[in-house]
């Protein structure tokens, strides 16, 4: 069996959760008998692929597409089109909702749905998330299975598709296990609590921040760490100023060894999220013994089971009450750590690659 995934994530995101999934899903499935999977890019900065991409680490390939996100994009789509009409595949798995590909092959697809949040709460999003709408219903109308990260994610997709129930099976991410062992040594403060990744709308940070703002001016040994997710802005930097706890307050952006670190000597992982379709850094947390204090809401429930302490995202004092529980109790840490290995221990990724494969089987 010969799987094609396309470039269009590797295209657009250096790090992240999708990019890193489809990236292990590709290592995983070519550690199979019979199975091989190709991602046909020209270019990419992905962190996750770079064997994979033709000119990645050429002076050519940078001279020409670094810095150029557009030309980036235009020339991997080329190179997926000719991948796709040359039919050494037996079937395609786009990585995200642009569905060129439909008109260059005639072969099977198999789409995973991440979350339906542009369609669930199209008012959170600036710029007008309908054309991303039209694009997965497309898709899914027409792909010949969905895979749905979880069942949260599968009821949403039955609220507006109903009549797709069929097609659906929830595949569960699965965590790719590494050495807990880092080769990074970052300085970091001696206590903090850590926020990882996006921090822009439905991801709630500004709630957080004024929730915990007490907690971090109470304890000027106490810091927010957030890792990746970009500089702070304007907007964030007037309120840590506002709320006189700037000095506490410090991004760093990190590669996979230095999250790992990061993870490892946070007090705690605060997600205060209002929606994610699973929420992969629940489980990041988890492999590095870290106690997880999320929201209730959405897939985080589903994932996180009993090794979290959960609050009411848009309640402030919820969300204080138990960062504060968490940060003042050494018991309840060490509690949390270890329901987070046996929780973690039902979501491995030769789990994901297997029921991939089903899926892919039952398409063939």
Same mark, same amino acid.
């Given at each position: 069996?010969?799987?094609?995934?396309?470039?269009?994530?590797?295209?657009?995101?250096?790090?992240?959760?999708?990019?890193?999934?489809?990236?292990?899903?590709?290592?995983?499935? $070519?550690?199979?008998?019979?199975?091989?999977?190709?991602?046909?890019?020209?270019?990419?900065?992905?962190?996750?692929?770079?064997?994979?991409?033709?000119?990645?680490?050429?002076?050519?390939?940078?001279?020409?597409?670094?810095?150029?996100? @557009?030309?980036?994009?235009?020339? $991997?789509?080329?190179?997926?089109?000719? @991948?796709?009409?040359?039919?050494?595949?037996?079937?395609?798995?786009?990585?995200?909702?642009?569905?060129?590909?439909?008109?260059?092959?005639?072969?099977?697809?198999?789409?995973?749905?991440?979350?339906?949040?542009?369609?669930?709460?199209?008012? &959170?999003?600036?710029?007008?998330?309908?054309?991303?709408?039209?694009?997965?219903?497309?898709?899914?109308?027409?792909?010949?299975?969905?895979?749905?990260?979880?069942?949260?994610?599968?009821?949403?997709?039955?609220?507006?598709?109903?009549?797709?129930?069929?097609?659906?099976?929830?595949?569960?991410?699965?965590?790719?296990?590494?050495?807990?062992?880092?080769? %990074?040594?970052?300085?970091?403060? *001696?206590?903090?609590?850590?926020?990882?990744?996006?921090?822009?709308?439905?991801?709630?940070?500004?709630? &957080?921040?004024?929730?915990?703002?007490? &907690?971090?001016?109470? $304890?000027?040994?106490?810091?927010?760490?957030?890792?990746?997710?970009?500089?702070? $802005?304007?907007?964030?930097? #007037?309120?840590? @100023?506002?709320?006189?706890?700037?000095?506490?307050?410090?991004?760093?952006?990190?590669?996979?060894?230095?999250?790992?670190?990061?993870?490892?000597?946070?007090?705690?992982?605060?997600?205060?999220?209002?929606?994610?379709?699973?929420?992969?850094?629940?489980?990041?947390?988890?492999?590095? @013994?870290?106690?997880?204090?999320?929201?209730?809401?959405?897939?985080?429930?589903?994932?996180?089971?009993? #090794?979290?302490?959960?609050?009411?995202?848009?309640?402030?004092?919820?969300?204080?009450?138990?960062?504060?529980?968490?940060?003042?109790?050494?018991?309840?840490? *060490?509690?949390?750590?270890?329901?987070?290995?046996?929780?973690?221990?039902?979501?491995?990724?030769?789990?994901?690659?297997?029921? %991939?494969?089903?899926?892919?089987?039952?398409?063939?």
């Amino acid at each position: 069996m010969k799987i094609l995934f396309d470039h269009q994530i590797f295209s657009m995101q250096k790090y992240g959760g999708i990019s890193r999934y489809f990236a292990n899903l590709h290592f995983g499935l $070519n550690q199979l008998a019979d199975v091989e999977s190709s991602i046909p890019v020209l270019y990419s900065e992905n962190e996750y692929i770079k064997p994979n991409a033709v000119l990645k680490n050429s002076g050519l390939g940078s001279k020409m597409f670094s810095g150029h996100a @557009n030309r980036t994009y235009r020339w $991997n789509q080329r190179f997926s089109l000719l @991948n796709l009409k040359l039919k050494q595949y037996d079937l395609i798995h786009p990585t995200f909702y642009d569905p060129y590909f439909t008109e260059a092959s005639n072969k099977k697809f198999v789409l995973t749905v991440h979350d339906m949040i542009h369609e669930l709460h199209t008012d &959170l999003f600036k710029h007008n998330p309908h054309e991303i709408i039209a694009r997965k219903k497309y898709l899914i109308a027409r792909a010949a299975a969905v895979i749905a990260i979880s069942e949260h994610t599968k009821q949403d997709i039955i609220k507006l598709y109903p009549e797709w129930e069929k097609k659906i099976t929830v595949v569960h991410h699965g965590y790719h296990l590494t050495s807990k062992s880092v080769n %990074t040594s970052l300085s970091l403060p *001696q206590h903090y609590i850590l926020y990882v990744g996006d921090r822009w709308h439905y991801k709630n940070f500004p709630l &957080l921040v004024n929730a915990i703002s007490s &907690l971090l001016k109470g $304890n000027p040994g106490l810091q927010l760490l957030c890792a990746g997710g970009g500089s702070f $802005n304007a907007e964030e930097l #007037a309120l840590f @100023n506002k709320l006189d706890i700037a000095p506490q307050c410090r991004q760093m952006s990190v590669t996979d060894d230095g999250l790992m670190q990061l993870y490892q000597q946070a007090q705690l992982f605060v997600f205060p999220s209002l929606q994610e379709g699973f929420g992969l850094p629940v489980l990041e947390a988890f492999a590095n @013994n870290c106690p997880v204090v999320c929201s209730n809401t959405t897939s985080l429930p589903e994932v996180a089971g009993k #090794a979290a302490v959960y609050f009411d995202p848009l309640s402030m004092a919820g969300i204080k009450q138990a960062v504060e529980q968490v940060l003042a109790n050494k018991t309840l840490q *060490q509690e949390l750590k270890h329901q987070g290995e046996q929780q973690l221990a039902l979501f491995t990724f030769d789990k994901c690659v297997q029921n %991939t494969l089903k899926v892919y089987q039952s398409v063939l």
